[in-house]
């Protein structure tokens, strides 16, 4: 079976600061990567995916995310975060075939101003 | 917005009731995804449908059910009500092949249960 783990449950960061959220998963095949995010109040959105090709994705809002297949990770970065990051974001795995989605236990990133 | 409607967005109850929360995919969508986001548990995968049929099962209990309609709607039964039962139920729903769907999925706002 799939898991996910995500490493810091809250971070909390100062506007601008720069911003890695770790993630690790089992599994032993070939895995569809993603993050999440869940803005106060808010459903879930998708911030990015990997499926395959260039282990650099890059999502919206500024965030990107490196698949490593050595470490089975695929950690979130961002530059420069706003105020407007404050969210919970979620790493999630897909194997093959019927497997479901899995997702970690959620970050709760607070980014005050 | 997402595509994904899920009704009603707040429900109170007592303990030992029944509910139920109805879904409405996006258009063109064949699977539908059940979620319990909790604070202790995260986000777990309940029951998934495609077309109508079951196709996945997760940390689902026996006191709750699901079906999905021929119009593709999807309903999640509640029933026997406790306390903890009491979450942030959320509907997904995405394109699928007949070999699986590749995990991106389309969530609702959801439906927040709070069992008293």
């Known amino acids: 079976a799939q898991s996910v783990s995500q490493h810091n449950h809250h971070v909390i960061l100062s506007e601008a600061a720069s911003l890695e959220l770790g993630c690790n998963y089992s599994y032993g095949g070939t895995v569809n990567l993603f993050w999440y995010v869940q803005y106060p109040g808010q459903h879930l959105q998708l911030l990015l995916k990997?499926?395959?090709?260039?282990?650099l994705v890059k999502g919206i809002k500024g965030f990107e995310a490196e698949f490593i297949k050595s470490k089975f990770s695929f950690n979130l970065r961002k530059p420069s975060v706003q105020w407007s990051d404050t969210a919970e974001y979620f790493c999630?795995?897909?194997?093959?075939?019927?497997?479901?989605?899995?997702f970690g236990k959620g970050t709760m990133l607070l980014v005050s101003p | 917005d997402s595509g994904v409607t899920q009704t009603p967005k707040h429900l109170i109850t007592a303990t030992g009731q029944r509910v139920t929360l109805r879904c409405s995919p996006r258009?063109?969508?064949?699977?539908v995804y059940w979620y319990q986001q909790s604070l202790d548990q995260g986000l777990q995968f309940l029951i998934q449908?495609?077309?109508?049929?079951?196709?996945a099962k997760g940390n689902i209990l026996e006191r709750f059910s699901a079906q999905q309609f021929p119009d593709l709607h999807s309903e999640l039964n509640l029933s026997s009500l406790e306390l903890g039962d009491s979450a942030l139920y959320f509907c997904?729903?995405?394109?699928?092949?007949?070999?699986?769907?590749?995990?991106?999925?389309?969530f609702g706002e959801g439906s927040r249960l709070t069992v008293l």
């Open positions: 449908y495609y077309n109508g049929e079951e196709r």
């Open positions: 999630a795995v897909k194997g093959s075939g019927y497997s479901t989605l899995t």
């Open positions: 997904a729903s995405s394109v699928s092949g007949a070999s699986g769907d590749t995990g991106e999925l389309f």
């Open positions: 258009s063109g969508d064949l699977s």
């Open positions: 990997y499926f395959s090709g260039d282990p």
